[in-house]
């Protein structure tokens, strides 16, 4: 099956995540003080400048989803996303109203605040649970190998080979009534399939590694093997993949909204908004730029901070 | 070589049926009589409805159905006639989907191959600088625009890029196509942002890891000038996983021709997917996705086979 040399290739996922994965953890730590693959990860993220401002980032944001009245307590404006007047319509940002009016007259800056919400949900549901199945699957392909890797890998092509937007919108039109739980699952439906690639292929990297080979010897049956020593070594790069994953999956389920194929209407979401600015772009460029911007960061803060755990747990890099 | 090529090949049946029966499967699901939808409010017999029914099968079961469609079970007095026999089924006035992918499929094409080239040979020659002068100013500048470019959604861009080049400053179209090839520009770099960034960030990954190679060191012992390392030793094995990713990113293609088409009102078939995907043309969402997934699956198989060309070390067996 696997030619060498071509880890990557055989991968197949094209991400640089793969690329990230292709070697070992090989601890080497001094005696006399803790150096397991994740506490050395740990003390040089604590002395990554873009780690700490990126995971700044996602907790300003996950509080925002989680308490968005924090943010609008101290603003002068309606603070209520579903309080609109007509008269506002389209109005522009003002001291009063600091991201402006859209088209309804609803205050914007409450809007695009209470948007975080659909936005991290999705996000890290997706990620979660494809990574589940991913860590699940993924491991018990790669260690057992033979007839259930061939099954399980020959269904992870089938998936692979369905375009993510285009199957999405196949599937989310065959469900009626679309809402997170709708999208989160379609999202995952036709997202796993790379980080189950990536459990696979460090899962085969560690099945024949000493240390295995050293606790069963020591008498460890095999969801003890599987649990508490491989899993914890093959790990990483899921990690790695699934943080990047939490943006890729805000950043589809926006798309898809705006297609009008995601969430639908009265649902807050920055997809939604920024198709709903279309009627009206010329007069109120601020209806795109507002919610195009808080996106934008999110993504960005949960792909920086994918970047710097690969750095940190890539032991090639040291 | 000869059985590689057959051994992908025979690895691709299943691959296809299940693509087919998933997506299928999925259009299946979808509520609602698309009969009756046909003819919104207007009253029509239930004769009329029958037949039509009876016409596209609805009454049959759902697996029943997914044979006749693939061609496997004959259908009445058309016989055998399905995907096997090229035909992809028609809509609901009677046009084959084979007819409207060849109508909707040339913007689409134009669009397409125009970003796999730019997203090539930008990405590449970006990446191949920042490898080469590595931790300079201009490394920096592309991990950073990179990022950035894969960090906005190419639905914000492409907006924000329409309503900057095109309805404000005017340099470009803003929409359609009847400005001939300028139409295109903008939508085509659009949609080659996106994988243009993964691109360039890939070969420059590639590149650094395999300038490590001891096969690099030895061509400069050997005392070879630095153009030649690099453009014969390194940069040949370091786009292996750039071409994989390109057949890959055909997906993305797809899926951001929709928004991108969409957004500039191009005429293509990610806007044919979507009109049919809202007014329950089912048997054309599945014969044009069906069609889109054959031809990737076929675009990674020839890429697949390229390996062999760029890599002598990857023996086919």
């Known amino acids: 099956m696997s030619d060498p040399g071509t880890g990557v290739v055989q991968q197949g996922t094209g991400s640089e995540a793969s690329a990230g994965a292709a070697t070992g953890g090989a601890d080497v730590g001094l005696p006399g003080r803790e150096a397991s693959l994740w506490s050395d990860a740990w003390r040089q993220l604590r002395r990554n400048p873009l780690f700490v401002v990126s995971a700044l980032i996602i907790i300003v944001f996950a509080v925002m989803a989680a308490y968005p009245q924090v943010f609008t307590s101290f603003y002068p404006g309606t603070a209520d996303p579903k309080s609109c007047s007509l008269s506002n319509t389209v109005g522009r940002p003002s001291a009063s109203a600091w991201f402006g009016y859209d088209v309804q007259g609803c205050d914007y800056y409450a809007n695009v605040i209470y948007g975080a919400r659909v936005s991290m949900i999705i996000g890290l549901a997706t990620a979660v649970f494809s990574g589940m199945i991913a860590i699940v699957l993924g491991s018990l392909a790669g260690y057992y190998g033979g007839m259930l890797d061939t099954i399980i890998s020959r269904i992870t092509d089938i998936f692979f080979a369905i375009p993510t937007i285009l199957g999405a919108i196949v599937i989310l039109n065959a469900i009626g009534e679309r809402g997170l739980f709708q999208v989160t699952l379609v999202l995952v439906t036709l997202g796993w399939m790379t980080m189950l690639r990536l459990m696979r292929s460090s899962t085969i990297e560690r099945r024949d590694a000493d240390f295995v080979d050293a606790a069963r010897a020591l008498g460890a049956n095999t969801p003890r093997v599987i649990a508490r020593h491989i899993l914890p070594n093959a790990l990483a790069p899921v990690i790695v993949y699934g943080t990047i994953f939490i943006g890729v999956a805000i950043s589809v389920e926006a798309s898809l909204s705006f297609l009008g194929a995601g969430l639908q209407l009265p649902a807050i979401s920055w997809g939604l908004m920024i198709n709903g600015s279309f009627t009206r772009i010329l007069q109120a460029p601020h209806l795109l730029f507002f919610p195009g911007l808080f996106l934008s960061v999110l993504v960005l803060a949960f792909i920086v901070l994918g970047d710097a755990l690969r750095d940190a747990l890539d032991p090639r890099l040291r | ?317």
Do not use: C
């Open chain 2, 1 to 317: 070589m000869g059985r590689y090529a057959a051994r992908r090949l025979l690895q691709l049946i299943p691959v296809f049926f299940g693509a087919t029966f998933l997506l299928f499967a999925m259009v299946y699901l979808i509520p609602g009589d698309p009969v009756a939808a046909l003819f919104g409010e207007r009253r029509v017999s239930e004769n009329t409805l029958n037949e039509l029914r009876d016409q596209y099968n609805l009454d049959d079961p759902f697996l029943v159905q997914y044979g006749k469609y693939m061609g496997f079970i004959p259908d009445g007095d058309e016989g055998l006639s399905g995907v096997f026999q090229g035909d992809f089924g028609e809509d609901f006035r009677g046009r084959e989907v084979t007819a409207i992918v060849g109508q909707r499929f040339p913007p689409t094409l134009r669009l397409a191959i125009g970003a796999v080239v730019v997203q090539t040979v930008i990405g590449i020659l970006a990446g191949i600088v920042a490898a080469i002068r590595r931790n300079s100013f201009w490394d920096s500048l592309v991990l950073v625009s990179t990022t950035l470019v894969v960090a906005v959604p190419l639905f914000v861009s492409a907006s924000v890029a329409q309503l900057v080049f095109g309805l404000r400053l005017g340099w470009f179209p803003i929409a359609g196509l009847r400005n001939g090839a300028m139409s295109y520009a903008l939508p085509t770099i659009m949609l080659a942002s996106i994988s243009l960034a993964y691109t360039a960030r890939l070969t420059r990954t590639s590149m650094v890891e395999n300038g490590r190679a001891d096969y690099v060191r030895t061509a400069r012992a050997k005392g070879l000038h630095t153009p030649r390392v690099i453009g014969r030793h390194v940069l040949r094995n370091s786009l292996i996983p750039v071409i994989t990713f390109l057949g890959v990113e055909l997906g993305t293609l797809l899926g951001g021709a929709i928004i991108t088409e969409t957004i500039f009102n191009i005429p293509g078939i990610g806007r044919a997917v979507f009109e049919a995907v809202n007014q329950r043309e089912g048997a054309v969402v599945v014969g044009v996705v069906t069609m889109l997934v054959v031809v990737y699956m076929l675009a990674n198989l020839i890429i697949d086979l390229l390996y062999g060309v760029l890599d002598p070390r990857i023996r086919y067996e």
